[in-house]
């Protein structure tokens, strides 16, 4: 990486004061961990979003694109820059024929607020679960049995070069939490949804019935990342946790929640570094009882980029 010869003076021109260092990390993750970035950019257009990936991907300078923030966390420092996108990826807007075209930084929870002004159904497995569209999409967020990646129509990105791309639905795998078929790197601007329309009152005592079942089942008003571990097919990861008797487990300022097993939460102080021990925990408890490896759904963002809970 030669990033120090000449990078920061052209993204400074680029940017101005959307450009800021050395930027605590906690205050940019639900779970409120983290040492401090080198950099920060918010991007307010795609054509600026273009050039400053293009310009990062010349200097080989670690980018990391920050939806909500509720789906990650930072073991420690960030040796990158960390995109934000701005108003420009936050449009929002009924097309013809039940469609909705909608910028990747919307809050999940406004397209779905969106879409019910508009009585149209076919997100309401988003209902309860925070963080932006962009995020939404890559993880294929969803509950319930229903995730977005079903009403998706076409996705328009840029690639780690800053080339623009476009998406059919046919070109893309969605699947449990996981979304295929986008070139590595990649950065979601927007997205075309095609929605069903539907009695506004049925939207709406669905949209209440999974409020509801969340408000009873998961933690809330406390610092975390949602669920943890992907479920292992057919069973659920908080069951198995809980059966291990681990709910209440410590490590440092983080603990298993006593409410659900498959949420950490943090207490006050935890650290990145807190939060994988826990996790390694966790796995190692239900390895040896149940001889299932749980896999993180939670993305563990490394100095250099996301990494895996071996690498640490
Ligand atoms: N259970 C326990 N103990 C616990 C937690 C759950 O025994 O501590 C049992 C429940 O009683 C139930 C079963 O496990 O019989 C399944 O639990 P739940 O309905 O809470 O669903 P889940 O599989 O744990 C998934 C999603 C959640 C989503 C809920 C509700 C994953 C990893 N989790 O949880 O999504 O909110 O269904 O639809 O897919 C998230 O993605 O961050 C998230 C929280």
Redesign the pocket.
């Known amino acids: 990486m030669n990033c120090d010869r000449g990078i920061w003076p052209r993204l400074t021109a680029l940017l101005g004061s959307a450009l800021t260092f050395n930027v605590a990390l906690a205050p940019l993750c639900t779970f409120g961990v983290g040492g401090r970035a080198r950099a920060m950019a918010c991007l307010e257009t795609e054509v600026q979003a273009a050039e400053v990936r293009r310009l990062a991907a010349a200097e080989g300078l670690p980018v990391l694109i920050l939806g909500g923030g509720s789906?990650l966390f930072f073991v420690d420092d960030f040796q990158g820059l960390i995109l934000k996108l701005g108003s420009g990826f936050k449009k929002i807007q009924r097309l013809e024929g039940d469609r909705v075209q909608v910028g990747s930084a919307v809050a999940s929870s406004v397209l779905l607020k969106a879409a019910l002004g508009w009585s149209l159904s076919g997100l309401e497995g988003l209902a309860?679960?925070p963080g932006s569209v962009g995020g939404a999409l890559m993880m294929n967020?969803g509950?319930?049995g229903s995730s977005i990646g079903e009403t998706v129509e076409s996705l328009d990105c840029l690639d780690a070069q800053g080339c623009r791309l476009s998406f059919k639905a046919r070109d893309l795998v969605f699947s449990?939490?996981h979304l295929a078929g986008l070139p590595a790197g990649s950065l979601i601007s927007s997205a075309r949804l095609k929605l069903k329309e539907a009695e506004r009152e049925q939207i709406k005592s669905d949209l209440f019935c999974?409020f509801q079942?969340?408000r009873f089942?998961?933690p809330k008003g406390v610092k975390s990342?949602?669920?943890v571990?992907?479920?292992p097919a057919g069973d659920?990861?908080?069951?198995l946790?809980?059966?291990c008797g681990l709910?209440g487990s410590r490590v440092g300022g983080c603990e298993v929640?006593q409410?659900?097993?498959?949420?950490i939460i943090n207490r006050g102080g935890a650290s990145g570094r807190d939060i994988v021990e826990l996790i390694r925990h966790v796995i190692q408890v239900v390895y040896e009882r149940y001889g299932l490896l749980l896999e993180p759904?939670v993305k563990i963002i490394g100095p250099g980029g996301e990494v895996t809970i071996d690498d640490i």
Request: aromatic share 8%; with cysteine; proline share 0%.
């Open positions: 789906n309860g679960i967020a509950s319930g449990y939490r999974r079942a969340r089942s998961q990342a949602g669920c571990f992907k479920n659920s990861a908080g069951r946790i809980d059966l709910k929640s409410i659900h097993a498959n949420f759904e």
